[in-house]
Nanobody
Framework: QVQLVESGGGLVQAGGSLKLSCTAS????????MAWFRQAPGNQREFVAA???????PKYEDSVKGRFTVSGSTRRTLYLQMDTLKPEDTAVYYC?????????????????WGQGTQVTVSA
C-alpha cells in the first residue's frame, strides 16, 4: 500500500500563487507515475497534471498549461506550483499514484489517492 498526504492548499486572490505538496509513504517503489486531480463542487474529478519517474515530459490539462508546474523527486514527494490562479481553479486537489510508466489523465490508471486539500481562489 501507498499512503499519500497533500498539503499547501488555502485561500488566495485571483492572480496569486500557491504550491501544493504531496508526501508518499509505504510501498512507493511500486509507483511509476504521480498526478494531481481536482474536483469542484458538483463536478466530476478531473485531471490536472502528471509526471513519470522514468523521465519524459509531464502531462497537463489544457486549461493549466503555462500556469501550473508539476515536479517531484524520489517517488516520495510531488509538487504542484500554481501561478496566475483563477476563480475557476477553485477545487479540492488530490494527489494520486500509479504503476503505469507514462503520465496518464485517466483516473483508473491510478491506484492510490490522498484525502485532498482545498484551494479557493477569490475574484
Amino acid at each position: 500500500q501507498v499512503q499519500l498526504v497533500e498539503s499547501g492548499g488555502g485561500l488566495v486572490q485571483a492572480g496569486g500563487s500557491l504550491k501544493l505538496s504531496c508526501t508518499a509513504s509505504g510501498r512507493t517503489w511500486t509507483t511509476n507515475t504521480m498526478a494531481w486531480f481536482r474536483q469542484a463542487p458538483g463536478n466530476q474529478r478531473e485531471f490536472v497534471a502528471a509526471i513519470a519517474w522514468y523521465g519524459g515530459a509531464p502531462k497537463y490539462e489544457d486549461s493549466v498549461k503555462g500556469r501550473f508546474t508539476v515536479s517531484g523527486s524520489t517517488r516520495r514527494t510531488l509538487y504542484l506550483q500554481m501561478d496566475t490562479l483563477k476563480p475557476e481553479d477553485t477545487a479540492v486537489y488530490y494527489c494520486a499514484a500509479g504503476s503505469n510508466y507514462s503520465p496518464s489523465a485517466l483516473k483508473d490508471d491510478y491506484d492510490y489517492w490522498g484525502q485532498g486539500t482545498q484551494v479557493t481562489v477569490s475574484a
